[in-house]
């Protein structure tokens, strides 16, 4: 396979180094995904999933056993008392907005805590070009933005205005160099937030976190939470949709946004859906588990590649991202391309930055995935901005992100020695 590939004995040593020094971790990780799938299992167990509730309906959707018991295994799992899950919402900023647009009134304020992700910039940031969405609404959007990471949840708690109405913290890094928020970290925010302001709502922006750690956020504390099916939920499988869950009048006021006020969350067929969404859900503790491998291997490896990597291949990890640091935009496009080239779909097309909607700066995204987009396969995403951050997560195999970085380091050797 090494001659198939052209991968030279360096690069295959630096590989075999990097697995021996992860080897000692990867127990914990099987551990953490065993505990993981039992939670999942037994949130199926607890709701008598049968066969006959994954066929789906159609029309209007009365009546969707399938549905209401995807609901409450979403709850059971992530903490909250109930759960909206669909394919209705096109992806996770759909879901995330959604909540966030349906739990807040003009005069309300929203206090954010760090540089949100792209997508989601739109709706809490201004920009010299326009307010952001929020503000239109006359909904005021305080940021706190500390001086250093990681954050003290004191500092948190004094800083927010006494009269927040909602506070926003997003668990993973996203695509920023802002740190991740463990749950532990979460846990002590919430706490100190609320001891001071006790009716002060939390959303927990829950992308790329889901099965990362034996707790989510929706157990210790927050209000409700939100996420997208194409990343770690949706264990690969599920083609599209996003889920909120947590208290139910902030599920129900999201379901009313969704639909319309007054149908709520009893309407909507789920076609065919209602089975890969289980499917992949059963899955996905196993998967992330394999993901959160893959990202270990990626730091160890990088890292004796030369570059910076964050977070290093010991810390304890909370979301399944890896960033690298590269420098330079020509070494973005190579790394893209390497990962691009051991996708199982794709892998003769050559990625290229373009202007994504809904992110700011041109970006270029390496995926060569059987659901488009899909980032709990092996997928790139290089901002085109300083100073040139490479974001890898993903890999439904601990053994292709490997191969992945592999490859991705063959490109990189082939930039600096050009033939
Ligand atoms: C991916 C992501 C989102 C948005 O999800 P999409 O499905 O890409 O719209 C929001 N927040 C974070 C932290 C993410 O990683």
Not at 209 to 220: A, Q, R, S, T
Not at 263 to 278: K, P, Q, V, W, Y
Not at 407 to 414: F, M, Q, T, V, Y
Request: glycine share 10%; net charge positive; with cysteine.
């Amino acid at each position: 396979m090494t001659k198939y590939y052209g991968i030279s004995p360096k690069l295959l040593n630096i590989a075999e180094k990097a697995d021996k020094k992860i080897a000692p971790l990867l127990d914990s990780v099987s551990s953490l995904a065993a505990y993981n799938q039992l939670k999942v299992l037994q949130a199926f167990h607890a709701e008598g999933l049968r066969a006959e509730d994954l066929f789906g309906t159609t029309g209007y959707g009365y009546h969707d056993r399938g549905r209401e018991k995807t609901d409450n295994i979403f709850a059971r799992i992530f903490g909250g008392e109930t759960a909206l899950v669909r394919w209705q919402f096109v992806s996770g900023t759909h879901a995330i907005s959604t909540a966030i647009l349906s739990n807040c009134k003009p005069k309300d304020i929203i206090a954010v805590l760090g540089r949100p992700y792209d997508t989601l910039r739109l709706l809490l940031e201004d920009s010299e070009k326009c307010a952001s969405a929020l503000a239109e609404l006359g909904v005021k959007v305080y940021h706190l933005i500390p001086d250093n990471w990681p954050v003290n949840p004191k500092w948190v708690a004094q800083k927010i205005p006494k009269n927040t109405n909602l506070l926003f913290l997003q668990r993973s890094r996203g695509y920023s160099q802002q740190p991740s928020l463990s749950i532990k970290k979460i846990k002590e925010i919430i706490k100190e937030c609320k001891r001071r302001l006790p009716s002060l709502l939390i959303m927990v922006d829950n992308c790329y976190g889901e099965f990362v750690e034996e707790k989510e956020p929706g157990d210790v504390g927050a209000d409700f939470i939100a996420g997208s099916l194409i990343k770690n939920p949706g264990g690969s499988l599920v083609p599209t949709g996003g889920y909120i869950a947590g208290r139910k009048e902030c599920v129900k006021k999201a379901s009313e946004r969704l639909l319309a006020p007054g149908l709520g969350e009893n309407l909507g067929a789920t076609l065919g859906f209602t089975r890969s969404i289980l499917h992949g859900l059963f899955l996905a503790p196993q998967i992330v588990g394999e993901a959160v491998k893959g990202s270990m291997f990626s730091a160890a490896f990088w890292e004796d590649m030369g570059y910076k990597v964050f977070p290093k291949w010991k810390e304890r990890r909370t979301d399944i991202i890896q960033g690298v640091i590269l420098g330079s935009r020509e070494k973005a496009i190579a790394f893209s391309k390497g990962i691009q080239m051991a996708g199982p779909v794709d892998s003769v097309v050559q990625p290229e930055g373009w202007k994504m909607p809904g992110y700011k700066d041109e970006i270029i995204m390496a995926g060569g995935t059987f659901i488009q987009g899909g980032s709990l396969e092996l997928s790139c995403d290089a901002p085109f901005r300083q100073p040139y951050i490479v974001y890898l997560q993903g890999g439904i195999s601990a053994a292709h992100s490997r191969l992945g970085c592999i490859l991705a380091a063959k490109e990189l050797e082939a930039i600096k020695a050009p033939v």
